[in-house]
Nanobody, 124 residues
Framework: QVRLVESGGGSVQAGGSLRLSCEAS????????MGWFRQAPGKEREGVAY????????RYADSVKGRFTISKDNAKNTLYLQMNSLKPEDGGMYYC?????????????????WGQGTQVTVSS
């Protein structure tokens, strides 16, 4: 059974940093493409960053390019999202997602497995 558990969320001031983690279990991490998505209250869930199974191919949403870094440690079955220079509009619930076949997709419906999310709040 595939399970994803996010952690690392919290409250920071604008300009601050957070590092999110997503620990995966129930499958071999290197075989799955993964991504980070976020959802603010009243808004659609949107993609933030994506990586392939090996963590070699990476893609970012334009809104986070240059500020966020996605990485994958397959030895630890863990996905990370380093978030720097945070803005109030970066706030929301952050989810990690995994899929065996579709890599680097910003379409949330292409991911079969999801975590429960971790909350990020950025104050101005």
């Amino acid at each position: 059974q595939v399970r994803l558990v996010e952690s690392g969320g919290g409250s920071v001031q604008a300009g601050g940093s957070l590092r999110l983690s997503c620990e995966a279990s129930g499958y071999t991490s290197s075989a799955y493409c993964m991504g980070w998505f976020r959802q603010a209250p009243g808004k659609e869930r949107e993609g933030v960053a994506y990586t392939d199974g090996d963590g070699n191919r990476i893609r970012y949403a334009d809104s986070v390019k240059g500020r966020f870094t996605i990485s994958k440690d397959n030895a630890k079955n863990t996905l990370y999202l380093q978030m720097n220079s945070l803005k109030p509009e970066d706030g929301g619930m952050y989810y990690c997602a995994a899929d065996h076949y579709r890599c680097l997709s910003s379409n949330r419906y292409n991911y079969d497995y999801w975590g429960q999310g971790t909350q990020v709040t950025v104050s101005s």
